[in-house]
């Protein structure tokens, strides 16, 4: 199997090691991530000029591409540039944060995984918790063995996948749930302040809280320290709204 692995938080990060680690044993693997952190970059790519492209060797173990622009550009540039045949299977993480419900739309590590879908490849994206003891090496085991599962019941082209790892202890994970995405509406809060000038600068903290959920979501099965597997999928369609809208009469198109 050809695998593409990239990630959201530079080429450089130990997630991304420990996820190749896992996986080295399942074929070829192709690193191309980018070249510095780029959380919350959500599906943006680099237009308007060019991307720069580094052959790098990482922490003298293997060799990557490490890409001046965003997620999605590497996956890109690797399947189109980098690439031949294209990967079976394209892999993001692991990150070093759990992105799970809203959050989901602005992370990084699932838009990569997201455009490995969009070319028709099964793609998974893994995230972990963030807590005092980040252990990658046990976090890319637990990785490969969910990721086993997908592959086994028959991840096909085209599908995506997310996996959040909850804070590894002793007692943690407490096992696999395959549960909804939230939606519903984190708290959070911007630092406010003046420059002498007048300009106001607003900054967003590093505090958020997922609002009331309702039933069990990714956000509630990760608090409880389970494993959470969620599938999703590019079509952003409402067909509910959709069927309503086609029913509107609109007017005359205005001269």
């Not at 074929?27 to 060019?50: F, H, K, N, W, Y």
């Not at 995405?181 to 420059?195: F, K, P, V």
């Not at 389970?226 to 198109?253: E, F, N």
Request: overall charge negative; proline content about 7%.
């Amino acid at each position: 199997m050809r695998i593409l692995l990239t990630n959201d938080d530079g080429i450089f990060a130990p997630g991304l090691s420990a996820l190749r680690e896992a996986v080295a044993d399942m074929g070829e693997v192709t690193v191309v991530a980018p070249d510095s952190p780029q959380s919350a970059v959500g599906r943006a790519i680099t237009l308007g000029g060019p991307v720069v492209c580094e052959h790098v060797h990482v922490d003298d173990k293997y060799w990557g591409f490490a890409v001046g622009g965003r997620p999605a550009d590497c996956v890109k540039i690797a399947i189109h540039e980098l690439t031949d045949p294209p990967p079976g299977l394209v892999l993001s993480g692991i990150n070093a944060g759990s992105n799970v419900g809203v959050n989901v739309f602005y992370s990084g590590t699932v838009s990569a995984a997201a455009e490995g879908a969009l070319f028709g490849i099964p793609s998974v994206a893994f995230s972990m918790t963030v807590s005092d003891e980040m252990d990658f090496g046990r976090a890319g085991r637990l990785c490969r063995w969910v990721l086993d599962g997908l592959l086994s019941g028959g991840l096909a082209g085209g599908q995506l996948v997310t996996v959040n790892l909850p804070a590894l202890s002793a007692e943690a994970p407490c096992g696999i749930k395959v549960v909804p995405q939230s939606t519903a509406a984190i708290t959070e809060e911007y630092q406010r302040t003046t420059q002498p000038d007048g300009k106001e600068l607003f900054e967003l903290s590093d505090f958020y809280e997922h609002g009331p959920q309702d039933g069990e979501t990714d956000v509630t099965a990760l608090a409880e320290g389970y494993i959470t597997v969620t599938p999703l999928h590019a079509d952003l369609t409402d067909y509910g709204q959709l069927s309503q809208l086609q029913q509107c009469h609109w007017p005359d198109t205005p001269e």
